[in-house]
């Protein structure tokens, strides 16, 4: 089938990659920087560019924009799509994207269905894709209530080629409270802790803690505030839940309360140990 891919930054070239090195399908991209779509040609990641990023011939669509820019790209492009296409939009959050699509895709007669690969780098840009990167990963897939299992089924298979390990299905607000938790906090934390006034006197007095907190730090700013924001009465609320438990950290050691202390010490660690029995792919 023919492939389009919109977008060409880290996740949208990986994408196009995975397609034109694992698969038989035919690629073609589009990306609104002329620079990237000239470097898309010359490293062969597709077999071709969408003119104007006209999906017109495309039998499935990915878009890997940012949210409110792939609701535009959608909607500018509704009476394009072909009949019974499958659209498939890639970002970080899917309230905002999912729920203003679903009439349209129904009006012009086109499958849509939310998705997130749960894959990624500390780097982004088409510079830094590569056709390995969905290797062993989670794909999350967010379809309307009533859509054809058919489709959806094809969809799974498809992914899998590029070597995601497993689908994920969920809802778009259960998809968004279950990433304001295991991502975005974990950016702001990362974010709010790097600023400490001790962050650039590390050297030497760090093992592998510092690192593993301070990792995601380093994001591309303008993508992830348009994901808080569009998430942001979640992540709001998951940052006001850390603040309090942290609170009572807080109180305990200012206290010198060993005994309450080491309980939740204890707590914690018996709830870490409890994921790690939790098989991701069984």
């Not at 659209?87 to 970080?92: L, N």
């Not at 969920?170 to 938790?181: C, L, Q």
């Not at 709010?192 to 760090?206: D, M, N, Q, T, V």
Request: glycine residues 8%; contains cysteine.
């Amino acid at each position: 089938m023919k492939i389009g891919v919109i977008g060409m930054g880290l996740i949208g070239g990986s994408m196009a990659k995975a397609i034109k090195e694992k698969t038989e399908h035919l690629v073609f991209g589009w990306d609104q920087s002329e620079t990237i779509r000239c470097s898309a040609k010359l490293a062969e990641a597709v077999h071709g560019i969408l003119e104007n990023g006209d999906p017109s011939d495309c039998d499935l669509v990915l878009i890997a924009l940012y949210p409110g820019t792939t609701v535009d790209y959608v909607k500018k492009f509704a009476s394009k799509f072909k009949k019974g296409a499958m659209v498939v939009d890639c970002a970080g959050i899917k309230r905002v994207v999912c729920q203003p699509l679903q009439e349209v895709a129904e009006e012009n007669g086109f499958i849509f269905c939310g998705a997130h690969p749960m894959a990624g780098i500390e780097r982004s840009g088409f510079t830094y894709s590569t056709p390995h990167l969905f290797e062993g990963a989670v794909m999350i897939l967010t379809p309307y209530s009533g859509t054809d299992i058919a489709p959806m089924n094809e969809l799974s298979f498809f992914f899998k080629s590029l070597g995601f390990a497993r689908m994920q299905v969920a809802t778009d607000v259960e998809h968004d409270k279950m990433i304001a938790y295991t991502s975005q906090l974990a950016h702001v934390v990362s974010s709010a802790y790097i600023k400490s006034e001790l962050s650039p006197r590390f050297k030497g007095f760090s093992a592998g803690s510092f690192h593993d907190m301070t990792r995601v730090a380093k994001l591309n700013e303008t993508m992830w505030t348009e994901l808080f924001l569009d998430n942001s009465d979640l992540l709001a609320d998951e940052i006001d839940s850390l603040i309090e438990r942290l609170q009572g950290y807080s109180k305990v050691i200012r206290e010198r309360n060993g005994e309450k202390l080491k309980a939740m010490l204890k707590e914690g660690k018996e709830k870490r140990l409890a994921i790690d029995e939790v098989k991701d792919f069984e």
